[in-house]
């Protein structure tokens, strides 16, 4: 879209209060011309001039004046002033209208602009998002659309001083022809002088959104890395970076101050000796005759006077809106819909799965990337069954995730349910059969309930509370300050990864989808968070057809099929115990993560023999104990629920808890070892 394409646009959306604000600003001007040349005769008679000169007023005027014929002599004057100060009234009765008009168009436009914004915010591709910086889209619906609305308004403010000069260029037409001619060249040389003000305001105006983009891009990404930048102890740089941007912008909106007051001024000097050269030119020109042109030229001096301040506010606004006119440019740019990646619908109502899906032959690069992400991938997700994606990071993993909820749309290939092609499914009724849990939960700051229904608002009390205890998050969740009321986030209550796992697992379980994404779900967590995450997720994947991807392999020896990717491939598919046998790059893998498991646990135990400082030989390992008893005390806690019916993991718990204990051994001794160390190191007083 063009920037004069949405001046218009936004003109045209609210057309009553547009003539509202413009009629107000034409009646304001023709009250002020009647009211400003009927001064001249009440002057000339206040004077004694009024017998000498009346004959010689303009046309104009005595027109006018014949309204006043039907009054008796000895009350005309008193007519006459009283209808000056009626219009006057009217006049500024009119302006007031025309300032609350012209003000709710702003407020209007300003909504309407910041709904549209949103609107595409909300339809927009996700690819949209991974080049587009949310600093910049907060400052577009901020402050630029802030500023296109001033635009607007400055446009009408434009309007209304170019008809009421309109209006006082008529009445000076019709008071003389030749002192107009001589009054349009020397007010034309003032307009000219404006021009250099006007060129330089469009630059300050293109510099104050630049650095504002800037500003607010980087205090957003303060405030999301908040954690990084204390963790490095960058405060200090990241106050100077963005101090620098605020004095920037300071000086950029000091020096547009600089040109706007300056303009004012300027203007009034050069109109006045405008004017002065006028009054000079023409008694030169009417030099033998002045007797009889003093009226008339006091009438359009005194016109010309009143129409002064109207030219400044035409100059004003000029530079005012070449000011604003970057911000209208970057907001249609904004609202532009051409530009933008949408995803196209189908009309087909999703009503489920019947036999399974189909990952037809895929291939897929990211948009604006040549490197192919997926190549030929070619999987079949039977109905109720659990395929696993293995393979190293950035193998394509998640991007193949990515694809089923068509974030993206694949460039070759296609993913068919039952036959038939995604893309033919309405895109809403298909995401809301659709669960993903992911290695990151979002949250909203609101609270725990808000969060848990999100997937489906009319949840019953009944299923919140199913929900909760199969995702394992009862107990937390009602041991919170105000159990299912109280406010996650910045406000409330901070939760641990694995309990905002299990209450992403919980909102899962309460929109119960037809098709479950799992993406990495527990690798941020540790070993205790995840078994307790693990039997929720095994609850909620339970008779589902579900996408899952595991970090760690353990977490995907039950899954009906496993395939391995590597570099957007492919390479092997089968389940668990085929796979191991086959002793081909799963077995590998496995084999890796064996071992690295194996090392993490010996790098453990000898960790830390070396600690000197007595503060920290004495906390280190009562941290390390309380952890140990921590996870013993948990696994404890477990076997002895009664649903452990499980003979397997009863097993493996046990087996965990064992190890746990040995742990926790082998860091007494460490802590009395190194304790004797350090006494033996310590001066004795
Ligand atoms: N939004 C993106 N834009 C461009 N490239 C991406 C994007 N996301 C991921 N990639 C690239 O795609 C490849 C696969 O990434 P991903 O699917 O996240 O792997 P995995 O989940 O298996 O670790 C990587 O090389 C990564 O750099
Ligand atoms: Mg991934």
């Not at 014929?69 to 009626?86: H, I, K, W």
């Not at 490197?371 to 030929?376: E, K, M, T």
């Not at 990495?520 to 997720?537: G, N």
Request: a neutral charge; charged letters at 20%; aromatic letters at 6%.
């Amino acid at each position: 879209m063009h920037s004069r394409q949405l001046l218009r646009q936004s003109l045209l959306r609210h057309p009553v209060l547009v003539l509202l604000t413009i009629l107000m600003g034409f009646s304001g001007a023709l009250f002020n011309g009647i009211g400003t040349v009927l001064i001249v005769p009440i002057l000339l008679e206040l004077l004694g001039q009024a017998s000498s000169l009346m004959d010689q007023l303009p046309d104009v005027l005595r027109q006018f004046l014949g309204f006043f014929d039907q009054f008796p002599e000895n009350q005309r004057l008193a007519a006459m002033t009283f209808a000056v100060v009626f219009m006057i009234v009217l006049k500024n009765a009119a302006a007031y209208a025309g300032s609350l008009t012209s003000s709710s168009l702003n407020r209007k436009l300003a909504a309407n602009l910041r709904l549209d914004g949103l609107r595409i915010l909300l339809d927009v591709d996700l690819s949209y998002y991974t080049r587009t910086k949310v600093g910049d889209l907060i400052n577009h619906l901020n402050v630029e659309i802030s500023r296109t609305t001033v635009a607007v308004r400055t446009l009408a403010r434009m309007a209304i001083a170019i008809i009421t000069i309109l209006v006082f260029i008529g009445i000076l037409l019709w008071t003389s022809w030749q002192l107009t001619l001589i009054a349009t060249v020397a007010l034309g040389l003032v307009a000219l002088i404006n021009q250099t003000a006007i060129r330089q305001s469009k630059v300050f105006g293109k510099e104050l959104s630049h650095l504002s983009r800037l500003y607010s891009s980087r205090i957003v990404e303060i405030l999301s890395g908040i954690r990084l930048v204390k963790a490095t102890a960058n405060e200090a740089s990241e106050y100077h970076t963005i101090s620098q941007l605020i004095n920037d912008r300071e000086q950029s909106e000091y020096h547009a101050q600089l040109l706007f007051a300056g303009i004012g001024p300027i203007n009034e000097v050069c109109s006045i000796i405008a004017l002065i050269s006028v009054a000079t030119v023409g008694r030169t020109v009417m030099g033998d005759r002045l007797e009889t042109f003093s009226a008339i030229l006091l009438t359009y001096l005194v016109v010309l006077f009143r129409m002064l301040p109207s030219i400044g506010q035409l100059n004003a606004a000029r530079s005012q809106l070449a000011n604003t006119l970057p911000s209208v440019a970057i907001v249609s740019e904004f609202l532009s819909r051409s530009d933008k990646p949408f995803m196209q619908s189908g009309s087909r109502s999703f009503l489920g799965i019947k036999q399974g899906i189909h990952f037809n032959n895929l291939s897929f690069s990211y948009p604006g990337s040549e490197q192919p992400v997926l190549r030929g991938i070619d999987l079949y997700l039977k109905r109720g069954t659990t395929l696993a994606l293995v393979g190293a990071s950035g193998a394509g993993k998640s991007t193949l995730a990515d694809l089923l909820p068509r974030f993206y749309d694949p460039d070759g290939g296609r993913i068919e349910i039952d036959g038939v092609d995604l893309k033919q499914f309405d895109i809403q009724t298909f995401r809301r059969r659709l669960g993903i849990v992911s290695q990151d939960t979002f949250l909203f700051n609101a609270s725990v309930r808000e969060n848990l229904v999100y997937g489906r608002p009319e949840a019953t009390e009944a299923e919140i509370e199913d929900a909760m205890a199969r995702a394992n998050a009862s107990e937390f969740i009602l041991a919170l300050p105000d159990g299912l009321e109280t406010l996650i986030g910045d406000r409330g209550v901070l939760l641990s990864g694995g309990q905002r796992q299990r209450l992403a697992i919980a909102r899962a379980l309460i929109q119960d989808p037809d098709i479950l994404i799992l993406d990495e779900a527990t690798s941020a967590l540790d070993t205790i968070s995840e078994r307790l995450v693990q039997k929720a997720i095994d609850e909620l994947s339970r008779d589902r057809t579900t996408l899952v991807i595991a970090h760690r392999l353990s977490t995907v020896q039950n899954a009906d099929q496993i395939a391995v990717l590597d570099r957007g491939k492919v390479i092997e598919t089968g389940v668990h115990s085929a796979l191991l046998n086959q002793d081909g790059p799963y077995a590998q893998l496995c084999a890796i993560q064996f071992s690295e498991q194996m090392k993490n646990r010996d790098e453990l135990k000898t960790a830390d023999l070396e600690i000197s400082d007595p503060k920290q030989a004495l906390t280190h390992p009562s941290k390390e104990m309380r952890s140990r008893l921590g996870s013993i005390l948990e696994i404890l806690g477990q076997l002895t629920e009664k649903d452990m019916q499980n003979e397997r993991s009863r097993e493996e718990m046990t087996a965990s808890a064992y190890a746990n204990t040995l742990d926790l051994l082998k860091v007494v001794e460490d802590f009395e070892k190194s304790g004797q160390r350090v006494l033996r190191s310590a001066p004795l007083s």
